[in-house]
C-alpha cells in the first residue's frame, strides 16, 4: 500500500534541503554560481549538507501532533511550534533557524496569550507563504481519511490550521488549492500530473465560489486557473518571492513544465529568492504523484535526521489508518 505520509513530506523536506544553502539568492546569482544539481552544504545559513528549514521544522511539528494525539489539536500543534523556537524541537541539529518573522510573531503571541485562534498575523501582510509551506500534514490527515464528503471539514480544518500564523483569506485559499490539488494527485495516480491539479483548481474554484468573501479573492489566483496556458508562460514571468501567490505559481510552475520529482525540485531551487520554501512547497506535491521511490537516493543518504523523519512518516500513516 502506498504511503502518502513517506511520498508527500520527504518530498517536501528534501525540496527544502535542496533549497536551504541558496535561500535569498537571486536567480541570477544561481546562475552566475552555477545551477544547483543536488545537495549542497553551507552556503546562506552555513549548514552542513542535506539540512532543512522552518519548513520542514514547522511541517514535523505538525505531524508529531497529529501522531500524538490522533486528530487535528491547534493547541497541541502551537504548543510543539513553541518547542520548536524555543527548544530546538524539530530540527537537525537542536536549534532552530530561519524563522519567518510572521510566524515567529504568532508563536511569541500564542506563549504570552494562549489562544491560537487570535494569535495569528491579520491584513495584507498576512500573505507570506508560511502557513502554505507546513500545511501538507493537515491536507493529508484529511485525504487519508477517504470519506468522499469531507471536503468542507477538510477546508475549515486547514483554514484554521493556516489561521495559527497566517490569519488571512487568501493565505487560507492557498492552503485550500494546495489540499484540492493534494488530494487528486492521491485519488487519480494514474492520470496525468497536469490533469490532477488541473482537476483539484477547478474543485477549488468551485468551492470558493460559493461564499461572498472569498470570490472577490480568486482573481489573485487567476494564473493557475488553465494550467495548459499557465505552463508555457516564460520563467523571467515567473516570481519566487516569499508571498504566498508567487510561492503557489512557482510550485505549479515547476510541476507542469517538468517530467520528474528530480527535475522539478531542482527547477523550483534555481529559481532562486526563496528557494527552499518553493521547493519544498513543489516538492509535497511532486512526492505525492512520483512516489518516495523515485526520490534520488544520493540525496536522501545525505539528508540530516532521515530516519527520524521517515520513521515519523510511517508511524503516522499507521496511526491514521488504526482510527
Keep these: 500500500m502506498k504511503n502518502i505520509w513517506l511520498d508527500g513530506i520527504m518530498g517536501l523536506v528534501i525540496g527544502d534541503a535542496l533549497g536551504c544553502p541558496v535561500q535569498f539568492l537571486s536567480r541570477e546569482a544561481i546562475e552566475r554560481r552555477g545551477s544547483v544539481t543536488g545537495m549542497e552544504g553551507y552556503g546562506t545559513f552555513h ?70 485562534k487570535t494569535c495569528g498575523a491579520t491584513g495584507e501582510y498576512a500573505n507570506g507563504n508560511g502557513a502554505l509551506m507546513r500545511i501538507l500534514p493537515i491536507c493529508l490527515y484529511y485525504i487519508d481519511q477517504q470519506n468522499i464528503g469531507l471536503d468542507e471539514e477538510a477546508i475549515r480544518g486547514i483554514h484554521a490550521a493556516g489561521s495559527f500564523t497566517h490569519n488571512h483569506i487568501r493565505s487560507n485559499m492557498a492552503c485550500g488549492f494546495y489540499y484540492f490539488m493534494a488530494k487528486e494527485i492521491v485519488d487519480h495516480r494514474d492520470m496525468e500530473l497536469q490533469a490532477c491539479l488541473q482537476k483539484g483548481i477547478e474543485k477549488g474554484i468551485q468551492y470558493y465560489s460559493s461564499d461572498k468573501e472569498c470570490l472577490s479573492e480568486l482573481e489573485h489566483f ?18 519566487s518571492s516569499g508571498y504566498v501567490i508567487d510561492s503557489i505559481e512557482a510550485a505549479v510552475w515547476c510541476l507542469i513544465t517538468t517530467d520528474s520529482f528530480q527535475e522539478c525540485v531542482l527547477k523550483a531551487v534555481n529559481l532562486g529568492d ?9 516538492g509535497g506535491l511532486a512526492g505525492l504523484f512520483y512516489g518516495y521511490e523515485a526520490i534520488p537516493n544520493q540525496w536522501l543518504s545525505v539528508l540530516q535526521k532521515r530516519e527520524y523523519v521517515e520513521n515519523m512518516c510511517r508511524r503516522v ?7
Excluded at 274 to 282: G, K, M
Aim: proline fraction near 4%.
Design 222 to 239: 487567476q494564473r493557475i486557473f488553465h494550467l495548459s496556458t499557465f505552463a508555457k508562460v516564460p520563467e523571467e514571468k515567473i516570481k
Design 47 to 116: 549548514m552542513p549538507v542535506g539540512t532543512w528549514t522552518d519548513d520542514s521544522s514547522m511541517t514535523l511539528a505538525t505531524l508529531d501532533s497529529i501522531l500524538d494525539k490522533n486528530k487535528i489539536d491547534p493547541d497541541n500543534i502551537m504548543k510543539n511550534f513553541v518547542k520548536w523556537k524555543f527548544e530546538g524541537a524539530y530540527t537537525p541539529f537542536g536549534q532552530a533557524f530561519d524563522e519567518g518573522i510572521t510566524c515567529t510573531n504568532a508563536i511569541d503571541r500564542f506563549v504570552k496569550e494562549g489562544d491560537w
Design 317 to 323: 500513516a499507521i496511526c491514521i489508518r488504526s482510527k
Design 274 to 282: 526563496d528557494s527552499d520554501t518553493v521547493a519544498a512547497i513543489a
